[in-house]
C-alpha cells in the first residue's frame, strides 16, 4: 500500500530556531516529491524534488530528496512567526490516475 | 488567471440533505481531484478524474460521487449528507504536460458543515 509519513506530528520552537521536517514514503513509481504550506486555508507549493542530493532553496526554506533512503527533509532556517503553519509532503505516483499521495502534515508554531 | 475555482465557499447541510460541489479549471488539464482533510488527517483523496468521462475512487470514497461531463469542470455530489462528512473539500487539477514545478493546483477550499 502507498503511504507517505511525516515527523513529527506537530512541533513549537522559538522564532529564530532552525527547524527539520521529516517525510518518508513508500510509493509504487515515484515520479516525484512535493513540499506545501499550509496556512487555513488552500495549500501553496513550496518545492518539487525529483533527483536525491540537489539541494532546493527558496530564502530560509531549503529541501532535498533522498532517494535510496525513500525521504526528504524540508529546513526552516532563523523561524519566524510567519513560519507558523502545516506544512504537507506530497508524492505523486503516475499509477492509474497519476495521483498524488499526502502525508498527514507537521503542524509547525513558531512563538515569539 | 483564475487556475482552479471551487464553489461554494461555505455551506452548512442538516443531515439527509443533499448538495453538489464545482469545481472548474482553466488550464486544459487532464486530471482533477476531489480531497477532504480533517483535522491531523492531511488530505485524503475522495474521487479522481483522468479526462472527461471518467471517474474513479479514491481512498474514501463511501457518501460521495462525481461526474465529469467536461473537461474542465469535476462535480462532488454528496446525496444524503452525514455528520461524518463535516471536512474541509479542496478541488485540485493537473497534467503531464505542466510546464512549472507546481504540479498540483488546488482551488480554495469549501468549508462544510453537517448537523
Known amino acids: 500500500e502507498d503511504k507517505v509519513v511525516q515527523s513529527p506530528l506537530s512541533l513549537v520552537v522559538h522564532e529564530g530556531d532552525t527547524v527539520t521536517l521529516n517525510c518518508s514514503y513508500e510509493?509504487?513509481?515515484?515520479?516525484?516529491l512535493l513540499w506545501y504550506k499550509q496556512e487555513k486555508k488552500a495549500p501553496t507549493f513550496l518545492f518539487m524534488l525529483t533527483s536525491s542530493g540537489i539541494e532546493k532553496k527558496s530564502g530560509r526554506l531549503s529541501s532535498i530528496l533522498d532517494k535510496k533512503e525513500l525521504s526528504s527533509i524540508l529546513n526552516i532556517t532563523a523561524t519566524q512567526t510567519g513560519d507558523s503553519a502545516i506544512y504537507l509532503c506530497a508524492v505523486e505516483a503516475p499509477n492509474t490516475g497519476n495521483q498524488f499521495y499526502f502525508g498527514t502534515g507537521t503542524s509547525l508554531t513558531v512563538i515569539p | 488567471n483564475a487556475g482552479v475555482t471551487q464553489t461554494p465557499k461555505f455551506r452548512v447541510l442538516k443531515t439527509g440533505q443533499s448538495m453538489t460541489l464545482l469545481c472548474a479549471q482553466d488550464m486544459n488539464h487532464e486530471y482533477m481531484y476531489w480531497y477532504r482533510q480533517d483535522p491531523g488527517m492531511g488530505l485524503r483523496l475522495i474521487h479522481y478524474?483522468?479526462?472527461?468521462?471518467?471517474?474513479a475512487k479514491g481512498e474514501v470514497p463511501d457518501g460521495y460521487n462525481v461526474s465529469r461531463l467536461k473537461k474542465q469542470n469535476f462535480l462532488l455530489g454528496l446525496e444524503s449528507a452525514a455528520p461524518s462528512q463535516t471536512s474541509v473539500y479542496f478541488c485540485?487539477?493537473?497534467?503531464?504536460?505542466?510546464?512549472?514545478?507546481?504540479?498540483?493546483?488546488f482551488g480554495s477550499g469549501t468549508q462544510l458543515s453537517v448537523l
Open positions: 478524474s483522468v479526462g472527461e468521462g471518467t471517474t
Open positions: 485540485a487539477s493537473s497534467s503531464d504536460r505542466a510546464a512549472t514545478n507546481e504540479k498540483l493546483f
Open positions: 510509493v509504487t513509481n515515484f515520479r516525484s
